[in-house]
């Protein structure tokens, strides 16, 4: 039976199944209201509907294409945490929705003082074209 356990455990190593995936990288963004690339295809600027303090804050993002026109041609995806408490607080996958002006909307929960975190994912038919991430301070 040992030799058995052995011989998995070693099996499951020399295949990689304990191989850890390798962490996204988030690019930083600049601060609020400044335009920030997605390559050369497209551009947005983010900001809160107000200083986020301690319950809920919507997070704006507006994009724009090459020719500088607002489009809603892209899912965003966003995801809410106190990197000092990883996980305690982590949003998960969120879906930004569209209003009616083609802003997409973000609600994050702001449930204690301290350094927050957002990663924002753009998608293009299923596809990840750009990860960026910002923090700030309540």
């Known amino acids: 039976m040992k030799t058995i356990v052995i011989s998995v455990f070693l099996i499951l190593a020399w295949t990689g199944a304990f ?3 390798p962490e ?3 690019e930083e963004l600049p601060g609020p209201g400044k335009t920030c690339r997605i390559g050369d295809a497209y551009t947005f600027t983010y900001e ?3 200083t ?6 919507i997070l704006k993002v507006r994009l724009f294409d090459e020719t500088g026109k607002r ?3 892209l899912e965003i ?5 106190m990197p000092s408490m990883s996980g305690a607080h982590d949003s998960g ?12 909307l973000l609600p994050v929960n ?7 975190q957002i990663r924002l994912v753009f998608s293009s038919n299923k596809e990840v074209i750009f990860r960026g991430s910002f923090k700030f301070d309540v």
Do not use: C, H, I
Request: aromatic share 12%.
């Open 93 to 104: 996958e969120v879906l930004f929705q569209l209003n009616r002006k083609g802003d997409y």
């Open 24 to 26: 996204p990288v988030f």
């Open 110 to 116: 702001v449930v204690m003082p301290g350094q927050w």
């Open 77 to 81: 995806t966003g995801r809410s945490d």
């Open 48 to 50: 809160f509907n107000k």
């Open 19 to 21: 191989a850890q995936t």
């Open 71 to 73: 489009t809603t041609g």
């Open 52 to 57: 986020p303090k301690m319950g809920m804050a």
